[in-house]
Protein backbone atom coordinates (compact mmCIF):
# COMPACT_ATOMS: atom_id res chain seq x y z
CA UNK A 1 0.00 0.00 0.00
CA UNK A 2 1.02 3.39 -0.82
CA UNK A 3 1.81 6.25 2.09
CA UNK A 4 -2.01 7.74 0.61
CA UNK A 5 -3.49 4.67 1.62
CA UNK A 6 -2.86 5.95 5.22
CA UNK A 7 -4.08 8.42 7.56
CA UNK A 8 -2.13 9.39 10.65
CA UNK A 9 -5.03 8.96 14.10
CA UNK A 10 -6.59 11.96 15.43
CA UNK A 11 -4.13 12.91 18.77
CA UNK A 12 -1.04 11.53 17.90
CA UNK A 13 2.12 12.78 18.50
CA UNK A 14 3.30 15.23 16.48
CA UNK A 15 7.08 15.92 14.89
CA UNK A 16 8.43 17.58 17.85
CA UNK A 17 8.18 14.42 20.16
CA UNK A 18 8.67 11.55 17.13
CA UNK A 19 10.29 11.35 14.14
CA UNK A 20 8.33 9.39 11.58
CA UNK A 21 8.67 7.57 8.10
CA UNK A 22 10.97 5.02 5.60
CA UNK A 23 14.47 4.36 6.11
CA UNK A 24 17.35 2.23 5.14
CA UNK A 25 18.93 2.25 7.85
CA UNK A 26 17.45 -0.62 9.26
CA UNK A 27 17.75 -4.21 8.78
CA UNK A 28 14.27 -5.48 6.91
CA UNK A 29 12.64 -8.55 7.49
CA UNK A 30 13.06 -12.14 5.64
CA UNK A 31 11.66 -11.02 2.22
CA UNK A 32 11.80 -7.17 2.81
CA UNK A 33 12.42 -4.89 0.17
CA UNK A 34 14.96 -1.75 0.36
CA UNK A 35 13.28 -0.01 3.37
CA UNK A 36 10.71 -0.16 6.56
CA UNK A 37 8.61 2.28 7.62
CA UNK A 38 10.10 3.38 11.29
CA UNK A 39 9.66 5.61 14.31
CA UNK A 40 11.31 7.16 17.00
CA UNK A 41 10.63 8.81 19.99
CA UNK A 42 12.32 12.31 20.16
CA UNK A 43 11.16 13.17 23.53
CA UNK A 44 10.13 11.21 26.54
CA UNK A 45 6.22 12.57 25.91
CA UNK A 46 4.18 9.78 26.42
CA UNK A 47 1.67 9.29 23.90
CA UNK A 48 0.90 7.21 20.34
CA UNK A 49 1.75 6.87 16.70
CA UNK A 50 -1.10 5.64 14.56
CA UNK A 51 -2.13 4.94 10.97
CA UNK A 52 -5.62 4.14 9.51
CA UNK A 53 -6.28 2.45 6.62
CA UNK A 54 -8.57 5.30 4.30
CA UNK A 55 -9.50 3.49 1.65
CA UNK A 56 -13.60 2.77 0.24
CA UNK A 57 -15.49 0.35 2.66
CA UNK A 58 -12.61 0.91 5.67
CA UNK A 59 -13.48 3.79 6.78
CA UNK A 60 -14.98 2.35 9.06
CA UNK A 61 -15.65 -1.78 8.22
CA UNK A 62 -18.54 -2.40 9.03
CA UNK A 63 -18.20 -5.59 10.24
CA UNK A 64 -14.62 -7.51 11.00
CA UNK A 65 -11.76 -8.21 9.01
CA UNK A 66 -7.86 -9.10 8.92
CA UNK A 67 -4.76 -6.79 9.64
CA UNK A 68 -1.50 -8.62 9.32
CA UNK A 69 2.41 -7.13 8.92
CA UNK A 70 5.95 -7.21 10.28
CA UNK A 71 6.95 -5.20 13.56
CA UNK A 72 9.64 -4.90 16.03
CA UNK A 73 10.80 -2.99 18.68
CA UNK A 74 14.69 -1.60 18.30
CA UNK A 75 15.76 0.41 21.18
CA UNK A 76 14.83 0.34 25.11
CA UNK A 77 13.96 -1.84 27.14
CA UNK A 78 10.16 -0.85 28.11
CA UNK A 79 8.40 2.19 27.06
CA UNK A 80 7.94 1.70 23.51
CA UNK A 81 5.32 -1.27 21.74
CA UNK A 82 4.27 -1.98 18.05
CA UNK A 83 0.76 -2.80 17.57
CA UNK A 84 -1.56 -3.72 14.79
CA UNK A 85 -5.06 -2.91 15.27
CA UNK A 86 -8.74 -4.07 13.93
CA UNK A 87 -12.10 -2.29 15.09
CA UNK A 88 -10.99 0.74 16.52
CA UNK A 89 -13.68 2.50 17.31
CA UNK A 90 -12.98 5.99 16.34
CA UNK A 91 -9.80 7.77 14.60
CA UNK A 92 -8.91 9.48 18.01
CA UNK A 93 -5.80 7.82 19.88
CA UNK A 94 -8.07 7.39 22.94
CA UNK A 95 -10.23 5.33 21.36
CA UNK A 96 -10.53 1.43 22.04
CA UNK A 97 -10.12 -1.66 19.59
CA UNK A 98 -8.94 -4.67 19.63
CA UNK A 99 -4.97 -4.91 19.47
CA UNK A 100 -2.15 -7.29 18.86
CA UNK A 101 1.36 -5.99 19.89
CA UNK A 102 4.47 -6.27 22.33
CA UNK A 103 4.16 -6.04 26.38
CA UNK A 104 5.56 -2.38 27.20
CA UNK A 105 7.20 -2.91 30.41
CA UNK A 106 8.97 -6.35 30.03
CA UNK A 107 12.42 -6.94 27.92
CA UNK A 108 12.04 -9.84 26.32
CA UNK A 109 8.62 -9.05 25.47
CA UNK A 110 5.35 -11.24 25.31
CA UNK A 111 3.11 -10.63 21.90
CA UNK A 112 -0.43 -9.64 23.38
CA UNK A 113 -3.80 -9.24 22.25
CA UNK A 114 -5.65 -6.75 23.75
CA UNK A 115 -9.22 -5.10 24.01
CA UNK A 116 -8.34 -1.31 25.08
CA UNK A 117 -7.07 1.62 23.60
CA UNK A 118 -3.20 1.88 22.57
CA UNK A 119 -3.08 5.32 25.06
CA UNK A 120 -3.22 3.03 27.45
CA UNK A 121 -0.12 1.41 27.00
CA UNK A 122 0.37 -2.37 26.56
CA UNK A 123 1.64 -2.99 29.95
CA UNK A 124 2.06 -7.40 30.62
CA UNK A 125 -0.64 -6.72 33.40
CA UNK A 126 -3.21 -4.67 31.77
CA UNK A 127 -6.91 -5.77 32.69
CA UNK A 128 -8.29 -5.74 29.10
CA UNK A 129 -5.43 -8.41 28.08
CA UNK A 130 -7.17 -11.40 26.82
CA UNK A 131 -4.15 -13.56 25.48
CA UNK A 132 -0.10 -13.54 26.12
CA UNK A 133 1.86 -15.99 24.35
CA UNK A 134 3.86 -18.35 26.22
CA UNK A 135 7.52 -17.52 24.17
CA UNK A 136 9.14 -13.78 24.62
CA UNK A 137 11.35 -11.52 22.00
CA UNK A 138 14.14 -9.89 22.18
CA UNK A 139 14.04 -6.87 20.83
CA UNK A 140 15.33 -5.99 17.27
CA UNK A 141 13.13 -9.72 16.68
CA UNK A 142 11.00 -9.12 13.53
CA UNK A 143 7.85 -10.73 14.38
CA UNK A 144 4.81 -11.46 11.34
CA UNK A 145 1.65 -11.21 13.36
CA UNK A 146 -2.04 -11.76 12.05
CA UNK A 147 -4.92 -11.13 13.99
CA UNK A 148 -8.36 -11.92 12.53
CA UNK A 149 -11.58 -10.00 14.00
CA UNK A 150 -14.51 -12.34 12.56
CA UNK A 151 -18.25 -11.36 13.67
CA UNK A 152 -20.12 -14.34 13.79
CA UNK A 153 -23.83 -14.95 13.39
CA UNK A 154 -24.70 -14.89 17.04
CA UNK A 155 -23.03 -11.21 17.40
CA UNK A 156 -20.38 -12.95 18.77
CA UNK A 157 -16.40 -11.62 17.75
CA UNK A 158 -14.01 -14.47 17.44
CA UNK A 159 -10.26 -12.93 17.78
CA UNK A 160 -7.82 -14.86 16.10
CA UNK A 161 -4.10 -14.69 16.24
CA UNK A 162 -1.15 -15.99 14.20
CA UNK A 163 2.26 -15.78 13.24
CA UNK A 164 4.77 -16.37 10.15
CA UNK A 165 8.25 -18.13 11.22
CA UNK A 166 10.25 -15.35 9.23
CA UNK A 167 13.08 -17.72 9.50
CA UNK A 168 11.38 -20.04 6.85
CA UNK A 169 9.51 -18.05 5.15
CA UNK A 170 9.90 -14.65 3.65
CA UNK A 171 7.45 -11.67 4.57
CA UNK A 172 5.88 -11.94 1.04
CA UNK A 173 5.66 -15.47 1.44
CA UNK A 174 3.85 -16.63 4.80
CA UNK A 175 3.19 -19.72 6.09
CA UNK A 176 0.71 -18.69 9.62
CA UNK A 177 0.71 -20.75 12.43
CA UNK A 178 -1.24 -20.55 15.79
CA UNK A 179 0.95 -18.66 18.62
CA UNK A 180 1.62 -20.78 21.69
CA UNK A 181 -0.48 -19.30 24.54
CA UNK A 182 -2.96 -17.54 22.61
CA UNK A 183 -5.66 -19.82 21.59
CA UNK A 184 -8.73 -18.17 19.61
CA UNK A 185 -10.96 -15.81 21.99
CA UNK A 186 -14.50 -15.32 21.78
CA UNK A 187 -15.88 -11.47 22.86
CA UNK A 188 -19.61 -13.20 23.24
CA UNK A 189 -22.56 -10.18 22.80
CA UNK A 190 -23.55 -10.51 26.54
CA UNK A 191 -19.85 -8.81 27.53
CA UNK A 192 -19.25 -11.37 29.88
CA UNK A 193 -15.63 -12.43 28.44
CA UNK A 194 -13.95 -9.67 28.09
CA UNK A 195 -16.37 -7.57 30.23
CA UNK A 196 -17.84 -5.31 27.54
CA UNK A 197 -19.67 -6.47 24.46
CA UNK A 198 -17.81 -6.92 21.06
CA UNK A 199 -16.70 -4.29 18.62
CA UNK A 200 -18.62 -4.69 15.48
CA UNK A 201 -16.63 -2.94 12.89
CA UNK A 202 -14.47 -0.08 13.01
CA UNK A 203 -10.67 1.06 11.94
CA UNK A 204 -7.78 -0.79 11.13
CA UNK A 205 -4.05 -0.33 11.28
CA UNK A 206 -1.08 0.02 12.65
CA UNK A 207 1.12 2.06 14.94
CA UNK A 208 2.84 2.18 18.51
CA UNK A 209 2.91 3.27 22.14
CA UNK A 210 5.85 5.26 23.37
CA UNK A 211 6.56 6.90 27.11
CA UNK A 212 10.31 7.73 26.93
CA UNK A 213 12.91 9.01 24.88
CA UNK A 214 14.75 7.61 21.99
CA UNK A 215 12.59 4.08 21.61
CA UNK A 216 12.31 2.66 18.14
CA UNK A 217 9.58 0.68 16.12
CA UNK A 218 10.05 -0.37 12.69
CA UNK A 219 6.99 -1.90 10.32
CA UNK A 220 7.12 -3.93 7.20
CA UNK A 221 4.14 -5.16 4.46
CA UNK A 222 1.27 -3.99 6.76
CA UNK A 223 -1.66 -5.65 4.73
CA UNK A 224 -5.95 -5.34 5.71
CA UNK A 225 -8.76 -6.90 4.47
CA UNK A 226 -12.03 -6.87 5.68
CA UNK A 227 -15.10 -9.28 6.10
CA UNK A 228 -17.61 -9.37 3.41
Keep these: MASTNW ?36 TATEG ?25 RNAGDNGNSPVLFQSLQSTLVSSSGY ?15 KKGAMSDGMASNDSGILRTSTASFAKGSWLHLRL ?16 NDLSSNAVTSPSWAAITGMADFIDDA ?30 DHMEIARQV
Design 190 to 219: LGVNSGSVPYIGGYAGFGGYFNGINRVLYF
Design 99 to 113: LLGLTDDTEPANIIL
Design 7 to 42: TALTGALGSGDAAIGVTEGATPPNGGGTFVYGARSK
Design 48 to 72: VIGFYHNGANFTPQTSGGHVYGAIT
Design 148 to 163: DVIEQPSGDVRLRVFA
